[in-house]
C-alpha cells in the first residue's frame, strides 16, 4: 500500500470519527439526521474533496493531456448541493414555528468538517467540531444561567376551552399572577357556547411545563388545556 492511499485512509479515518461526534449529538436529541447521516455526510464529502484534489494533479501529469483543473470544484458543489439535505429538515409546525434550523446547520458543518479534513487541515477540522459541540451544547446552558432574562426564558402554547367569555378576561389576569408573561392572544368561538383561547407565552427556564398545566388546569372557568412546547 502506497503512502497516499495510507494518507487517504487516514482522512477518511479522521473524517468519520469527526462526523461521529456530530451525529450522536443530534442522535442523543432525537433529530430527523443523526448518526448514520452525519457519518455519511462527512464521510463521503471527504471522499469527493480527495477524488478533486488528487485528479486535478493526476489527469495534467498524464502523458499527452493538457488540462488545467481545479483542486476543489467537486468541494465547491458539495457546499451547495448539501442545502437539500438542509431543507428537507426544516420543518413549519401547525403554530407557525420553526424547527430544524439547528440540525440543518450541522448538516452543513459535517460537510465542512469533511471537506476540511479532505484538504489535509486536520487540526483545523477538530477544532471545528470542537467549537461546533460546544456552540449547541455548552453555550446554551451558560447563557440559561447568567445571560438576559429572555434568553432565559422558554416559550410555548396554552390553548384553553372556557365556556363563558365573561370569565376570559379573569382567566388572562390569573394566568399573568403566575409569573406568565403572555405574548399573544387569540380567541376563537366554538359550538355549543364554548371559547376556545389560544395563547403564546413564555415562563423562566427553571419552571416546568407541567407546573403551568397544573397552575393553569386549576383556574375557575377553564374547562381544559392544551399544552405544547416552541
Same mark, same amino acid.
Given at each position: 500500500?502506497?503512502?497516499?492511499?495510507?494518507? +487517504?485512509?487516514?482522512?477518511?479515518?479522521?473524517?468519520?470519527?469527526?462526523? $461521529?461526534? +456530530?451525529? +450522536?449529538?443530534?442522535?442523543?436529541?432525537? @433529530?430527523?439526521?443523526? &448518526?448514520?447521516?452525519?457519518?455519511?455526510?462527512?464521510?463521503?464529502?471527504?471522499? &469527493?474533496?480527495?477524488? #478533486?484534489?488528487?485528479?486535478?494533479?493526476?489527469?495534467?501529469?498524464?502523458?499527452?493531456?493538457?488540462?488545467?483543473?481545479?483542486? *476543489?470544484?467537486? !468541494?465547491?458543489?458539495?457546499?451547495?448541493?448539501?442545502?437539500? *439535505?438542509?431543507?428537507?429538515?426544516? $420543518?413549519?409546525?401547525?403554530?407557525? =414555528?420553526? =424547527?430544524?434550523?439547528?440540525?440543518?446547520?450541522?448538516?452543513?458543518?459535517?460537510?465542512? +468538517?469533511?471537506?476540511?479534513?479532505?484538504?489535509?487541515?486536520? $487540526?483545523?477540522?477538530?477544532?471545528?467540531? !470542537? &467549537?461546533?459541540?460546544?456552540?449547541?451544547?455548552?453555550?446554551?446552558? $451558560?447563557?440559561?444561567?447568567?445571560?438576559?432574562?429572555?434568553?432565559?426564558?422558554?416559550?410555548?402554547?396554552?390553548?384553553?376551552?372556557?365556556?363563558?367569555?365573561?370569565?376570559?378576561?379573569?382567566?388572562?389576569?390569573?394566568?399573568?399572577?403566575?409569573?406568565?408573561?403572555?405574548?399573544?392572544?387569540?380567541?376563537?368561538?366554538?359550538?355549543?357556547? @364554548?371559547? *376556545?383561547?389560544?395563547?403564546?407565552?413564555?415562563?423562566?427556564?427553571?419552571? =416546568?411545563?407541567?407546573?403551568?398545566?397544573? =397552575?393553569? #388546569?386549576?383556574?375557575?372557568?377553564?374547562?381544559?388545556?392544551?399544552?405544547?412546547? &416552541?
Amino acid at each position: 500500500m502506497s503512502e497516499l492511499e495510507l494518507e +487517504i485512509l487516514m482522512k477518511l479515518g479522521i473524517s468519520a470519527v469527526l462526523g $461521529l461526534v +456530530i451525529g +450522536i449529538e443530534r442522535e442523543l436529541k432525537r @433529530k430527523p439526521v443523526g &448518526l448514520k447521516t452525519s457519518l455519511v455526510i462527512s464521510i463521503v464529502s471527504c471522499l &469527493l474533496t480527495i477524488v #478533486s484534489i488528487e485528479s486535478a494533479y493526476i489527469f495534467p501529469g498524464k502523458e499527452g493531456v493538457n488540462i488545467q483543473m481545479d483542486p *476543489l470544484r467537486l !468541494a465547491a458543489q458539495i457546499v451547495s448541493g448539501i442545502g437539500f *439535505l438542509g431543507a428537507g429538515v426544516i $420543518l413549519r409546525r401547525g403554530n407557525d =414555528s420553526i =424547527s430544524g434550523l439547528t440540525t440543518a446547520a450541522l448538516i452543513w458543518g459535517a460537510a465542512g +468538517i469533511g471537506i476540511a479534513v479532505g484538504a489535509g487541515f486536520y $487540526l483545523e477540522a477538530m477544532t471545528g467540531v !470542537a &467549537l461546533l459541540i460546544i456552540s449547541v451544547e455548552v453555550i446554551p446552558f $451558560l447563557i440559561g444561567l447568567i445571560g438576559p432574562k429572555q434568553l432565559r426564558e422558554k416559550e410555548f402554547t396554552l390553548q384553553l376551552k372556557v365556556t363563558n367569555k365573561e370569565n376570559i378576561e379573569e382567566i388572562l389576569s390569573a394566568i399573568k399572577n403566575l409569573k406568565i408573561s403572555i405574548k399573544r392572544v387569540r380567541i376563537k368561538d366554538l359550538e355549543e357556547k @364554548k371559547h *376556545l383561547v389560544q395563547l403564546k407565552v413564555t415562563i423562566n427556564n427553571k419552571k =416546568s411545563i407541567t407546573d403551568v398545566y397544573y =397552575s393553569v #388546569s386549576e383556574l375557575e372557568g377553564v374547562k381544559s388545556v392544551d399544552i405544547e412546547s &416552541l
